[in-house]
C-alpha cells in the first residue's frame, strides 16, 4: 500500500491513524495535527503533477542601445518573429535579455542577429561590446543643453517680451528684420538640429513602436514635437509669429537631459551585478603538444589539464596534477580563510588561486558551480515578473489613452472656436504632460538596485519575482540539518562487526546526504554496485555478493527487515542527539552506526528573532529533533521531502511561508513555498528551486534578507504611488489648458528624475538591520576579483 499522505510505499505492518495508512511516524504525526485538511494537500500536488521546465534552451545577451522601458516589449515582439525563438524577455534595467530558442530550429550564435536591428546591438556576455552610448549621450546632451539655450535667448530678446505685453510690438518695427525674419529662420535651423540629431533616439523610438505595433511614450513625445515644430515651420511661411520651435526645443532637451542622468542612475544600480558577471568570462589555458591553448568552457573535455596562475579563478571542477597553491574557497563554502591544497586534492570550479600556480587536470565532466552561479544572476536580471510586468501593460495602454485625449481635448476646442495655436498648446501639454516613463521606472530600476546591495553582503536574489513573494508572510520553515545545525556530520559510535564499517561505506558513496557522506569516509574497501537511494531514509546496495541496506529505523519497517532487541538496547546508549542509521543483510540488521551533528552558532537568537514577527516551524528527515523543538512554535521530524512540500503547502493555506533549506531533499519544499531560501553550503538542486541564495554559515544574513526584500517592496510601491498621482494630477492641468507645453516638458522630465533618484537612494538606511559582514568582500575591487560570494555544489558534492 502507498503512504496516505507522500504516496511512498507503507512497512507491512504500516503506521495506522484514523482508518489511513502512512509510512512513517513523521507523516502519521503530519496528519495528527492538520487533519484531513493536509491529504487534500496532497491530492492537489498529485492533480498539478511536476512543474516541468519551458521547453527549449535559454541564453543570455547582453543589449546596447536600450533607452527606456518600453525596449522591453520591442525586444520581445522582434526577437519572437524569427523562426525557432520561442520566448525573448528583456529587462531595461540591466541591459539584458534572455532567450529562449529550439537549437533544432536556430542556432544560438545565431540570436544576437535577430535582435540587433531597429538601433538594438546584441552580443554574449563573452563578447566585448562596442561602448560608444555614453560618449554619444553626452554629446548629445551638451549639443541639446546648448541649441536649445540660444533658441530661448532669441525667444526672450524677441517674442516673449511682446508676447506677455511687456513691449509693444512697434518698438520691434526698427529692428524687422532681424526679429521677425531672421530669427525665426535661425531657430527653425537650430531646431531642427535638435530634432533630428539631439532628438534622434526619441524618433527611433517612436519609429520601433509604430513598427512593433505597440505604442509608447517616444511617440507621444514625437508627435508632440513634430507637431510644434511643423506647425511653426507653416506659421513662420505666411509670416505669423505664432512660432512654437521653443517648445519643441524645450522638450527634446529635457528629455535627452533626464534620460542621460536616468541612464547614470541605472549604470550605478547593476554596477555591481555587471562587474561580476564581467569577471567570469574564462580564457582557459590547455596544456597541448608541448605549449598553450587558450580555450573557452565550451572546448573543454574531461582529462584536459590546463595551467592557473596567482589570482584567477579555478574554471571547472578538477583535480590538482601538479603543484600546490592557497585556494579563496568562500564562493563555495562561505570559509572565508584560504587553504592550502597540494597535488592530487580536488578544486571546485568558482574558486580562487590566491597563491602559487597549479595545473589542474578536468574531472569526468566539465562542470563549474560558478557558471551555475551566472547563469542564476543572468535569470534574475533580465526577466521581469509582478508588478513589472503590471507596470509595462499599464504603461503601453496609458499611451493609446493619453492620444485619444490629446485629440479628443485639440478638437474639442477647436469646434468651440478657439485658436488653432490654443487648441495645440493644450494637445501638446497633454501628450507632454503624460508620463507612462515613471511606470517604467518604478520597478526595474528599484529591483536592479537590490541586486546589487544583496550581492555586497554575500546575498543571491535568484528571482524577480522574490520581492513580491515575501509580502504577507506568516511562517517561516526551517530545515534542522544544515540552517539550525551546520550539517557537518561525523560518526561519533559504531556497533556492529567490522563488516558494518566496510558495507555501509561503500553503500553510502552513492547518497548526497550529510550522515550518507559521514559514513562513506569510514572505509573504501569495497565497491557497491546497483544502488537504491531512499529520499530522507537511507540507501541499499549490492556489496560482496550481498544486499546491504543503511537507513534510519523506517526504511527497516519500510522493508520489512528486523532489528534485534540486543541492538536497539545498545543504540540506546548513543551519545544524545546523534542519528542513528542501521546496518543490515540478510533480512536483518547487524549493527549500527551513530552520526552527530554540531549546532549553528547563534541559532536560539536567530529563532527568537524571527518568533518576534512569524511563527517558526521547524522540519526534519531525521527521527529525532536534539532538542531544537523547544526553541520553535511548531516541529515535525522523520518526515520525507514529499512530506515537507505537504506541510509547506498546508502552510501556505494559513498565510504566505517562507522555506528555508539546503539539500536537494529540500528542493520540492523550496519550490513550494511562497518564498524559498536556499542557506548555507546550497546543492545545485536546492539553489535552483530557491529564490534567495545565501552562502556561508551567518544566520543573521537571512534577517538581512527578509528587511531587504521589504525595503525593495516598500520603494517600489512609492515611485508607483508617486506615478499615479503625478499623472492624476498633471493629466487635468493639461486637457483644462492650464498647463503651458514649457512647464509641462520640465514637470514630465521632474517626474522621471524624482523615480530615478527614489530608486536609487541606499536601500541599507531602510532595513532594519545593518548590513555588515566581515566575511563578505569590503568593496568593489573584491568583487572584481573573486566574482561572487556564493556557494554552489553540484549534485554530485
Not at 506677455?164 to 510690438?169: E, R
Not at 546591495?453 to 530545515?479: F, P
Not at 517600489?716 to 498633471?730: K, M, R, S, T
Not at 507645453?741 to 527614489?758: D, K, Q, R, T, Y
Request: hydrophobic share 45%; glycine share 10%; with cysteine.
Amino acid at each position: 500500500m502507498d503512504c496516505k499522505l507522500c504516496g511512498l510505499p507503507t512497512p507491512n505492518p504500516p503506521v495506522q491513524q484514523d482508518g489511513h495508512v502512512f509510512c512513517c511516524y513523521g507523516c502519521s504525526t503530519v496528519y495528527e495535527h492538520f487533519g484531513e485538511a493536509v491529504l487534500d494537500s496532497y491530492k492537489l500536488i498529485e492533480e498539478v503533477g511536476p512543474v516541468l521546465p519551458p521547453e527549449g534552451k535559454e541564453a543570455f545577451l547582453r543589449i546596447e542601445g536600450m533607452h527606456c522601458a518600453s525596449c522591453e516589449f520591442m525586444l520581445k515582439k522582434f526577437g519572437e518573429r524569427a523562426k525557432g525563438v520561442l520566448d525573448v524577455t528583456a529587462c531595461y534595467a540591466t541591459s539584458t535579455a534572455k532567450v529562449t530558442f529550439d537549437p533544432d530550429i536556430i542556432d544560438e550564435s545565431d540570436l544576437p542577429r535577430v535582435l540587433s536591428h531597429a538601433g538594438y546591438r546584441a552580443g554574449f556576455r563573452s563578447e566585448v561590446i562596442e561602448q560608444r552610448d555614453n560618449d554619444l549621450s553626452l554629446l548629445r546632451l551638451l549639443t541639446g543643453v546648448s541649441l536649445s539655450a540660444m533658441v530661448m535667448m532669441l525667444y526672450l530678446a524677441f517674442f516673449y517680451p511682446s508676447n506677455l505685453g511687456l513691449v509693444p510690438a512697434e518698438d520691434l518695427e526698427s529692428m524687422r528684420w532681424l526679429a521677425f525674419y531672421a530669427a525665426p529662420r535661425v531657430m527653425f535651423l537650430l531646431t531642427t538640429v535638435l530634432i533630428f540629431y539631439v532628438g534622434f533616439p526619441i524618433l527611433r523610438g517612436a519609429w520601433i513602436g509604430v513598427r512593433a505595433g505597440a505604442l509608447n511614450m517616444d511617440n507621444l513625445l514625437a508627435i508632440a514635437v513634430l507637431a510644434a515644430y511643423g506647425y511653426s515651420i507653416h506659421q513662420m511661411w505666411i509670416g505669423s509669429h505664432d512660432l512654437y520651435f521653443d517648445v519643441a526645443a524645450v522638450i527634446v532637451t529635457v528629455v535627452t537631459a533626464g534620460r542621460f542622468f536616468e541612464k547614470n542612475a541605472k549604470l550605478d544600480a547593476t554596477a555591481e551585478l555587471s562587474r561580476i558577471i564581467s569577471a567570469w568570462n574564462p580564457k582557459i589555458r590547455v596544456i597541448q603538444d608541448e605549449g598553450f591553448v587558450e580555450k573557452s568552457m565550451d572546448a573543454l573535455h574531461p582529462g584536459d589539464r590546463f595551467v592557473v596562475t596567482q589570482g584567477e579563478f579555478i574554471p571547472v571542477n578538477g583535480t590538482i596534477f601538479q603543484g600546490v597553491g592557497a585556494l579563496d574557497e568562500s564562493l563555495m563554502t562561505g570559509e572565508p580563510h584560504p587553504v592550502t591544497r597540494g597535488a592530487g586534492a580536488e578544486v571546485l570550479g568558482g574558486t580562487t588561486l590566491v597563491e602559487g600556480e597549479l595545473t589542474v587536470t578536468v574531472g569526468e565532466s566539465v562542470e563549474s558551480q560558478m557558471e551555475a552561479l551566472t547563469r542564476i544572476l543572468w535569470r534574475a536580471q533580465s526577466t521581469s515578473d509582478g508588478l513589472l510586468v503590471m507596470a509595462d501593460r499599464f504603461a503601453r495602454v496609458f499611451v493609446p489613452l493619453v492620444l485619444v485625449l490629446a485629440a479628443g481635448i485639440t478638437s474639442g476646442l477647436l469646434l468651440n472656436g478657439a485658436s488653432t495655436g490654443t487648441a495645440l498648446l493644450a494637445g501638446l501639454a497633454t501628450l507632454i504632460v503624460s508620463c507612462p516613463c515613471t511606470f517604467g521606472l518604478a520597478v526595474p530600476l528599484t529591483t536592479a538596485a537590490a541586486v546589487s546591495t544583496a550581492l555586497k553582503h554575500g546575498i543571491i536574489i535568484g528571482r524577480s519575482a522574490a520581492y513580491e513573494k515575501s509580502a504577507h508572510i506568516k511562517s517561516i520553515a526551517l530545515d534542522k540539518t544544515g540552517t539550525l545545525s551546520t550539517g557537518k556530520m561525523q560518526v561519533t559510535a559504531v556497533y556492529g562487526p567490522p563488516e558494518v564499517e566496510w558495507y555501509s561505506a561503500a553503500v553510502e558513496r552513492f547518497s548526497q546526504h550529510p550522515v550518507a557522506n559521514a559514513i562513506a569516509r569510514l572505509d573504501a574497501r569495497y565497491e557497491a554496485i546497483n544502488p537504491v537511494i531512499h529520499p530522507g531514509k537511507g540507501a541499499e546496495a549490492l556489496v560482496d555478493g550481498k544486499r546491504v541496506v543503511v537507513g534510519s529505523q523506517t526504511l527497516f519497517r519500510l522493508l520489512n527487515w528486523t532489528i534485534p532487541d540486543q541492538l536497539q538496547a545498545q543504540v540506546k546508549g548513543a551519545p544524545a542527539g546523534g542519528v542513528v542509521s542501521y546496518v543490515g543483510w540478510a533480512g536483518m540488521a547487524i549493527g549500527a552506526i551513530v552520526t552527530g551533528d554540531q549546532p549553528r552558532p547563534g541559532w536560539k537568537k536567530f529563532v527568537a528573532e524571527l518568533r518576534q514577527q512569524y511563527r517558526v516551524v521547524m522540519l526534519t528527515g531525521a527521527e529525532r529533533t536534539d532538542g531544537y523543538e523547544s526553541a520553535v512554535d511548531m516541529h515535525h521530524a522523520g518526515v520525507p521531502p514529499e512530506t515537507k512540500a505537504v506541510i509547506v503547502r498546508q502552510l501556505r493555506e494559513e498565510g504566505g511561508v517562507v522555506m528555508i533549506g539546503d539539500g536537494s531533499n529540500d528542493g520540492p519544499a523550496l519550490a513550494a513555498a511562497n518564498l524559498g531560501i536556499a542557506f548555507g553550503v546550497p546543492t545545485s538542486l536546492a539553489a535552483d528551486a530557491a529564490d534567495l541564495i545565501i552562502p556561508g554559515d551567518r544566520l543573521d544574513r537571512i534577517t538581512i534578507a527578509l528587511d531587504l526584500l521589504g525595503s525593495v517592496r516598500r520603494r517600489v510601491h512609492q515611485n508607483i504611488g508617486w506615478a499615479l498621482l503625478y499623472n492624476a494630477i498633471a493629466i487635468p492641468l493639461a486637457l483644462s489648458g492650464m498647463l503651458n507645453p514649457l512647464f509641462a516638458a520640465l514637470a514630465m522630465a521632474s517626474s522621471s528624475i524624482l523615480v530615478v533618484w527614489n530608486s536609487s537612494r541606499s536601500l541599507e538606511q531602510d532595513s532594519w538591520h545593518v548590513l555588515q559582514d566581515e566575511a563578505c568582500p569590503s568593496g568593489p575591487d573584491d568583487w572584481s576579483r573573486l566574482g561572487s560570494k556564493v556557494p554552489l555544489e553540484t549534485a554530485g558534492t
